[in-house]
Every structure is written in structure tokens, then in C-alpha cells.
Nanobody, 120 residues
Framework: QVQLVESGGGLVQAGGSLRLSCAASGSIFSINAMAWYRQAPGKQRELVAHITSGGYTNHADFVKGRFTISRDNAKNTVYLQMNSLKPEDTAVYYC??????????????WGQGTQVTVSS
């Protein structure tokens, strides 16, 4: 079993910055892709950014130039640096990772979510 634990959410004023972290733990053999999603009240969960094991990244258009995803493979951790935050960025942010376990099936795990609130 693989667990993802997020941290770094909170309340910030518009124009401010936050850095989210997500650490994976458990019987991990390798992690392929890691990603951040978000879900605002009354809306569907949407992809924010994605990073492969080789470091290739993809950011949603609505965060390009403001958010940056990165990862530390040695720590099984993914980060999301969020700058120039807007009130519409308010949402619960979820971490996702998929890969192979030491013993058992491939995994596709989600974190519990961390709240980001941007005030105007």
C-alpha cells in the first residue's frame, strides 16, 4: 500500500504564494508520474500539473506562468510552487502518484487533499 501525504495549504491574499508538498511512502519500487489536481466547491476535479519520472512537465493553461511542479525522486516527493495566486485558485488540492510496488500490483494513489484559500 502506498500513502500520499500533502502539506503546505492555507489562506493567502491574492497575489501571494504557497508551496505544496506531497510525500509518498510505503512499499514503493518506482514512481512513474506524479500530479496535482484541484477541486473547487461545486466543480469537477481538474488536472493542475503533471510530471514524469524523467522530469517532463505539463501545466494546465490556467496556471501556466504562475505555478511550477517539481519532484525529488530520492524523497518520493512532488511539489507545487504557486505564485500570483488568484481567488479562483481556491480549491482543495490533491496529489496523485502511480507506479510499481515492491510486491503486489501497480498502484495509483491519492492524497487526502489540502485546502488552499485565496482571499481578494
Amino acid at each position: 500500500q502506498v500513502q500520499l501525504v500533502e502539506s503546505g495549504g492555507g489562506l493567502v491574499q491574492a497575489g501571494g504564494s504557497l508551496r505544496l508538498s506531497c510525500a509518498a511512502s510505503g512499499s514503493i519500487f518506482s514512481i512513474n508520474a506524479m500530479a496535482w489536481y484541484r477541486q473547487a466547491p461545486g466543480k469537477q476535479r481538474e488536472l493542475v500539473a503533471h510530471i514524469t519520472s524523467g522530469g517532463y512537465t505539463n501545466h494546465a493553461d490556467f496556471v501556466k506562468g504562475r505555478f511550477t511542479i517539481s519532484r525529488d525522486n530520492a524523497k518520493n516527493t512532488v511539489y507545487l510552487q504557486m505564485n500570483s495566486l488568484k481567488p479562483e485558485d481556491t480549491a482543495v488540492y490533491y496529489c496523485n502518484a502511480n507506479g510499481r510496488m515492491i510486491i503486489g500490483p501497480d498502484f495509483n494513489s491519492w492524497g487526502q487533499g489540502t485546502q488552499v484559500t485565496v482571499s481578494s
